[in-house]
């Protein structure tokens, strides 16, 4: 009797401890995901983009580079950039969704330093700052990759809401080189050259 006493007073122990464990483990993990970030939701599409200059050309494409990495989808900044950019964008946005996230990002600020424009070809050397998170990939996200179509779809509302943050805010500065090509009467992103000037996660 007195055995059986004690193996019930051990179980109910380990018990206990058990839920406490899980408790403060489930705490923990709320502590985690339910942090504040800075960067507001980008449910709305940028503003049609400026192709006119290298200079706008530029900002036109952070806009919508970030729209497309806040939606997962790539297809939407196309007609900011060259064929071959698009690959590396679209494998940036894929290899994002393999891990199960996306990028919420702002630019903080953007310092145009130089620019030499040919007639067909031209250079834009910034200084930029940003700000950024990954997301999870929520279960509404298929729909807001959907939503925006082609470039007609601009200034539509986007369903996507934010889902439990992968990660906090994190913070990066680079020196950045973009080169430009002229198609038709648009100037668009060809290639770009960034050199990070903080640590980058």
Same mark, same amino acid.
């Given at each position: 009797?007195?055995?059986? *006493?004690?193996?019930?007073? &051990?179980?109910?122990?380990?018990? +206990? ?7 403060? !483990? ?10 504040? !970030?800075?960067?507001?939701?980008? *449910?709305?599409?940028?503003? %049609? ?8 050309? #530029? ?11 806040? &939606? ?21 946005? *894929? ?7 996306? &990028? ?8 145009? #330093? ?24 929520? +279960? ?23 889902? +439990?943050? #992968?990660?906090?805010?994190?913070? %990066? ?29």
């Amino acid at each position: 009797m007195k055995y059986h *006493q004690r193996l019930t007073g &051990i179980v109910a122990v380990i018990v +206990a401890l058990v839920l406490l464990l899980g408790s403060l !483990s489930a705490c923990a993990q709320a502590g985690k995901t339910s942090a504040k !970030s800075s960067l507001p939701s980008m *449910q709305q599409a940028p503003a %049609a983009p400026d192709l006119s200059t290298p200079k706008t050309a #530029v900002r036109a494409y952070l806009d919508w580079t970030s729209f497309a990495y806040y &939606i997962a989808d790539s297809e939407v900044a196309t007609p900011t950039m060259s064929p071959y950019e698009e690959v590396r964008v679209n494998s940036y946005v *894929q290899l994002n969704l393999e891990s199960g996230r996306r &990028i919420n990002q702002r630019l903080d600020s953007l310092k145009f #330093v130089s620019e030499k424009s040919g007639e067909t070809t031209a250079t834009v050397v910034t200084k930029e700052s940003w700000t950024y998170r990954y997301l999870a990939i929520s +279960a509404d996200q298929s729909g807001a990759m959907n939503a925006m179509g082609a470039m007609g779809g601009m200034g539509s509302m986007v369903s996507t809401q934010d889902a +439990a943050p #992968v990660d906090v805010d994190e913070y %990066a500065k680079y020196d950045v080189t973009y080169t430009l090509v002229k198609e038709g009467k648009n100037w668009v992103v060809d290639s770009v050259d960034a050199k990070a000037t903080t640590t980058v996660k």
